[in-house]
């Protein structure tokens, strides 16, 4: 199960990351809003690399690489059975998270509590985008492999659902 939600969980972590990416620069049309170069700032932090004004390389190297490696957590989730919406949100506390530890332990940002709301919400909204991205695309790849331990635990269980989500309850109800 590992091997696979380590391949699974890159490729998704990528797309999440590129749909995020699609989702921040069509915000930033609209808002004006400057790339930002806190992911360089932390990676130079993290890696002795010189500070100052970071090439783009280092940005992309450190925005893509959390969203790929970060993916691999998701990949695990729905190896395990908990997929679907819930498990999405679960995830998007996990991206925030993992963001706000590296930005904070460097020294490079602040807690989220003390950023102006609009900056916070943007943030929020960016990485839920990355969360539902990366799970769509990991659930689709797990679901190859059929139902996770956890899904297969719930079929057992008197009044659990077995299927992946709340979403996938309503679909069924419809057909």
């Given at each position: ?105 460097t ?13 916070l ?27 996770g ?12 659902h077995?299927d992946?989500?709340p ?9």
């Amino acid at each position: 199960m590992l091997k696979r939600a380590v391949w699974q969980g890159l490729v998704a972590g990528l797309a999440g990351a590129l749909v995020m990416t699609a989702a921040e620069k069509l915000e930033q049309r609209v808002t004006g809003r400057p790339d930002s170069y806190v992911p360089a700032q932390v990676l130079a932090r993290l890696t002795g690399l010189p500070e100052g004004r970071q090439p783009r390389w280092q940005n992309l190297t450190m925005h893509y690489g959390q969203g790929v490696l970060v993916g691999v957590l998701r990949s695990v989730m729905a190896q395990a059975g908990l997929r679907g919406v819930w498990a999405s949100t679960m995830f998007t506390a996990l991206r925030l998270s993992n963001d706000q530890i590296l930005e904070n332990a460097t020294g490079v940002g602040a807690p989220p509590l003390t950023w102006p709301r609009p900056e916070l919400a943007i943030d929020i909204v960016h990485k839920s985008i990355y969360a539902f991205a990366t799970g769509v695309v990991a659930d689709a790849l797990a679901a190859r492999d059929g139902a996770g331990p956890g899904q297969r635990h719930a079929a057992l269980r008197p009044g659990r659902h077995a299927d992946v989500g709340p979403l996938d309850r309503v679909a069924a109800h419809r057909a």
